[in-house]
């Protein structure tokens, strides 16, 4: 018999989660964690398979977001037909976007993308008649209990990893990655580069949005500031597709774990030492510096990047050989 | 009217003029070589042809069709390849997925993809390398990637770069023996090439240019006569 593959174990291992973890917070952090595989595997797509850095994933997250959101506010429809409606609309953006910003190459890409981010916080902050500016939209949620969205979740990040591996061994997938190694042999070699890209910002753009439309339905609260956050979004989805690996099928789950992880960890100062160690040794300033790394976790970001690109490069799966490796060296030395 | 015909193509960067009103006519079938000193603007040239760079003056035809103004996918779709000079390789990923990945212009599925692009390994005689990561590979191997994934594409016209240049003598002997097997099969081929012997034994024309402008064109043999050229190649004191 074959032995049962580490995804197939993390698969069985999800479906019994909410059966074995009862407690609401853990099945909360494991949404998260879904949602995030789900983001993150949109935005490898577009930049670690394709090669254009997608900085302002929040864009067409927020726009998901704000779609279940106003379906519910104004149209009184389910929040639910945000998810395939949200996703689409994400791509009604994406591809005007895609036609006008790929023409150029090098980093502009990128930024206006991070434009694209900021440009739709700003709509959404200023459009008071429609979203309701700051104050932000409530609604109405369905289930009490987190165990339908958790499977829900559960089945958006099921499809974002079977959808992208499924396309990244068709053609089109090829096509990708042969504009990401050389953009002019791409288009020597018969490849609409141009239209390619645009196709895979679409991909992305459907993924990231329906995860945003999820959200909604969640959460049950959104505003500008939490949907279209540059750092808790755009940043955060960079994050998971770099730490776990740029370019491969699992990356963004094993990225998706360890930065929910990360940002509980510092949300909560250590899941609440810091201020234990506080109140044992009764030293006052530890609730300060609980207070500053709870709110230094963009910085603490910024440095888990550098730590990432300069010793794993190819990310946790990509560089898995070497991680091994040392492991593996740590435990016999050489003779 | 010619299978493949450049007429008076100009071409500037800044002020200087590094294709300057060339023109010549390819048949089918031909093994038709392309020489001039280094910086004499054959690359260019080929880049004209290819779509990556833009024309000031000119025209291209290719089969009774205008292909000049095309974008450079759309000039591979209606049927030339290329090489570059300075070899491309899709660094990470294996020389199959290379030429998977040009397989695909013809061929949709992705099990007639990959046949093809392996027929086409073969053909280039990299079947050894196949699973290799195209970063890994010795020049010598790249320079055959290069045409193995221009093959790919079903070329009727195939531009080559080069592709002899930096081999060592045997490398050399395989790499004309190539040439000449892709002619065979039925594709024309535009050479350039600096090593004088491989394109006077392999051409059936030559055009001979220096500073963006034709200096003569005809036989190798009428080409290796012409003062002109030997000029160009040689010297002033090579005459003499
Ligand atoms: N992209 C470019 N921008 C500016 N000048 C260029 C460019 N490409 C080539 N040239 C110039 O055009 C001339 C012809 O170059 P090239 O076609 O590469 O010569 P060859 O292939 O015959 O050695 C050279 O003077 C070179 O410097
Ligand atoms: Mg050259």
């Given at each position: ?49 394709t ?35 949200g ?12 036609w ?58 099921i ?12 053609r089109?997938g ?48 959104i ?46 100062g ?5 201020n ?60 | ?61 290719f ?57 086409t ?113 040689f ?6």
């Amino acid at each position: 018999m074959k032995r049962p593959s580490g995804p197939l174990l993390l698969l069985v291992f999800l479906l019994i989660f909410p059966l074995i973890f009862r407690e609401g917070y853990y099945q909360h952090l494991m949404i998260l964690v879904l949602m995030w595989v789900a983001i993150g595997s949109g935005w490898n797509l577009i930049s670690g398979y394709t090669g254009q850095v997608l900085f302002g994933a929040a864009a067409f997250f927020g726009v998901g977001a704000y779609t279940a959101a106003l379906l519910s506010s104004k149209l009184e429809l389910s929040a639910w037909w945000g998810l395939p409606l949200g996703g689409l609309l994400s791509v009604a953006i994406a591809f005007p976007f895609g036609w006008i910003c790929f023409r150029l190459r090098g980093p502009y890409f990128a930024l206006a993308t991070l434009a694209l981010n900021e440009i739709f916080r700003h709509i959404a902050t200023i459009w008071e008649s429609l979203t309701d500016g700051m104050i932000g939209i409530l609604v109405m949620q369905t289930f009490i209990s987190k165990v339908p969205y958790y499977y829900v979740a559960l089945a958006t990040a099921i499809l974002s990893i079977v959808g992208v591996d499924y396309v990244i061994r068709s053609r089109w997938g090829y096509y990708f990655v042969s504009i990401r190694e050389d953009q002019d042999a791409a288009e020597s070699m018969g490849i609409d580069t141009l239209y390619y890209k645009m196709v895979s910002l679409c991909l992305s753009a459907f993924l990231i949005g329906i995860t945003g439309a999820l959200y909604t339905n969640y959460m049950g609260f959104i505003d500008p500031k939490v949907v279209f956050s540059l750092h808790d979004i755009s940043i955060m989805a960079i994050l998971v597709g770099i730490v776990g690996g740029v370019g491969t099928i699992y990356g963004p789950t094993v990225g998706a774990f360890i930065m929910v992880a990360v940002q509980e960890i510092f949300r909560t100062g250590g899941f609440g030492l810091l201020n234990a160690i506080g109140k044992a040794t009764g030293w006052p300033f530890m609730t300060t510096v609980t207070k500053y790394i709870s709110e230094a976790h963009v910085l603490s970001f910024g440095l888990l990047v550098i730590v990432v690109i300069l010793f794993l490069p190819n990310g946790i799966v990509g560089d898995w050989g070497i991680i091994k490796k040392i492991f593996v060296r740590s435990k016999k030395p050489a003779v | 009217m010619a299978f493949f015909e450049v007429r008076d193509i100009v071409k500037y960067f800044g002020g200087l003029a590094a294709v300057n009103r060339v023109s010549f006519e390819v048949q089918e079938g031909q093994i038709y070589g392309l020489i001039g000193p280094n910086g004499s603007g054959k690359t260019t040239i080929f880049n004209l042809i290819n779509g990556y760079f833009h024309l000031n003056k000119g025209q291209i035809w290719f089969q009774g069709e205008k292909i000049s103004g095309l974008k450079t996918h759309q000039i591979c779709q209606r049927g030339i390849g290329r090489t570059f000079q300075v070899v491309k390789p899709l660094k990470r990923m294996t020389v199959l997925d290379n030429v998977i990945a040009s397989a695909f212009l013809r061929h949709h599925s992705r099990a007639e993809a990959q046949a093809w692009a392996e027929a086409t390994i073969h053909f280039c005689g990299l079947t050894h390398f196949k699973d290799k990561v195209a970063k890994s590979l010795p020049i010598a191997s790249r320079k055959r990637l290069e045409i193995a994934r221009s093959l790919a594409t079903r070329p009727k016209l195939i531009l080559l770069d080069e592709t002899a240049a930096g081999l060592n003598p045997h490398e050399l002997e395989e790499a004309i023996a190539l040439i000449k097997k892709i002619r065979d099969s039925g594709i024309t081929v535009i050479i350039v090439e600096h090593i004088m012997k491989v394109i006077m034994s392999i051409s059936d024309r030559i055009v001979a240019i220096n500073h963006g402008m034709v200096i003569t064109e005809g036989t190798p043999t009428e080409v290796a006569s012409n003062p002109e050229v030997i000029k160009a190649y040689f010297g002033e004191d090579y005459r003499a």
